[in-house]
């Protein structure tokens, strides 16, 4: 990341380049703060320069007098990965010591595939202030991306047609998830052009990743993206199979389908002696199968393999499996632990828009929480340059 040194650091404080530097008293605007960010990540003046928010400092350039603890470090460096700003940007969070003054330091470098939206919404830096982007400001944002640089999922499917995407879906149930009512009512633009905005559509093609999860036929474009459950009646592969489903069509089909199955297929034993009312333990705990299901679906590959995610419920354990190893930053050492990569941050923001991902990073961490309390082992992880596979057993 192309972040400041701190003596630049020290000159931003104490300049007046407000194109690339807010201050804002207190970590207390947290809504003005994701709007700065995004508007900083949007870069709309196209300079290319890391934006700094500093926060601690006046209006005026003086100390604020607040204390920079560990909780306001961690309450902004959240912020990239809450959900709130989309697709997610590349932030830094420190404390520093500056001409002599205990600040906290936001640095935002700008987006590669812009517009970054803060709750539905478009925001960019006019000189001092922030503002909402006009129709034509976001337009040159989405005329910026690095189309050449774009993963998978956000490529233009260049043989096919806006046909391909099921328009009804999109407007019925796409766009009121995605963008706020207000902005909705107010959206005078064209629908391609509000799918363009959205990374639905590029060049006058649907993306990848909104065939996959808006697609007349999303098998049919890309015939690895669904799920194979299987239910078998034993510890091997071998052994009688008591179920299986090929969970197909929209993406957002897949997932409501795969959650049915899960919750069905849990066992719940009952202890009526336990004072002063039963106790019911099931046998697995169905968020930290949701969360690692959907972790699956969302970092598999779904170029270049026609391979489904596997789920196999064994008698004595639940593997889950997904095409694809590991990605960017993401290591056998750091997995789970809040590191976050996407090679599909199309995928990632529709499920989140659609409900299937609240807090980005987060899934594992929240699997084995659910897993420990449950009173099951910790889910057990293997990797190779081709799949990431997790074994879940039951409860002790």
Request: proline share 7%; hydrophobic share 40%; glycine share 8%.
């Amino acid at each position: 990341m192309s972040f400041y040194a701190d003596e630049e650091l020290t000159a931003l404080i104490r300049g007046q380049e407000f194109h690339v530097v807010e201050r804002t008293r207190s970590g207390a605007d947290r809504s003005g703060i994701r709007k700065n960010i995004c508007a900083f990540a949007n870069d709309l003046a196209g300079r290319g320069k890391t934006g700094v928010i500093f926060v601690g400092v006046e209006d005026g350039g003086t100390c604020a007098d607040i204390t920079i603890d560990d909780e306001l470090l961690r309450t902004l460096a959240q912020m990239r990965s809450d959900g709130n700003i989309l697709p997610l940007p590349s932030m830094g969070v420190e404390r520093k010591v500056l001409d002599g003054r205990e600040v906290a330091v936001v640095q935002v470098e700008p987006a590669a595939d812009p517009p970054v939206r803060y709750q539905g919404r478009v925001w960019v830096k006019v000189g001092p202030t922030v503002q909402l982007a006009t129709p034509e400001e976001e337009q040159r944002l989405i005329e910026r991306r690095r189309a050449a640089d774009l993963p998978f999922d956000m490529r233009p499917a260049a043989e096919m047609g806006l046909d391909a995407l099921d328009m009804d879906y999109v407007q019925r149930t796409y766009l009121p998830a995605a963008i706020s009512t207000e902005v909705l009512e107010q959206n005078r633009r064209p629908l391609p052009q509000q799918l363009r905005s959205l990374r639905l559509v590029a060049d006058d093609h649907p993306t990848w990743g909104a065939l996959i999860a808006c697609g007349v036929d999303p098998q049919g474009r890309v015939p690895g993206g669904y799920v194979q459950f299987l239910r078998i009646d034993g510890t091997q592969l071998t052994d009688p199979i008591k179920d299986q489903k090929a969970l197909t069509g929209k993406l957002e089909d897949v997932l409501r389908r795969l959650d049915q199955l899960l919750e069905l297929n849990i066992a719940v034993s009952t202890d009526i002696a336990s004072a002063p009312r039963e106790l019911r333990q099931p046998d697995y705990p169905l968020n930290a199968l949701q969360q690692l299901a959907r972790n699956a679906v969302m970092h598999r590959v779904y170029e270049s393999t026609n391979a489904p995610i596997r789920v196999y419920w064994y008698s004595d354990r639940i593997e889950i499996q997904n095409p694809g190893g590991l990605y960017g930053k993401v290591t056998p050492a750091n997995i789970g632990t809040g590191a976050t990569d996407y090679r599909n941050p199309l995928i990632a923001e529709i499920m989140h828009h659609l409900g299937f991902a609240q807090r980005f990073g987060m899934g594992i961490p929240i699997a084995r929480k659910a897993l420990a309390e449950n009173g099951n082992p910790p889910p057990e992880f293997t990797f190779s340059p081709t799949h990431v596979a997790v074994i879940v057993k039951p409860a002790q």
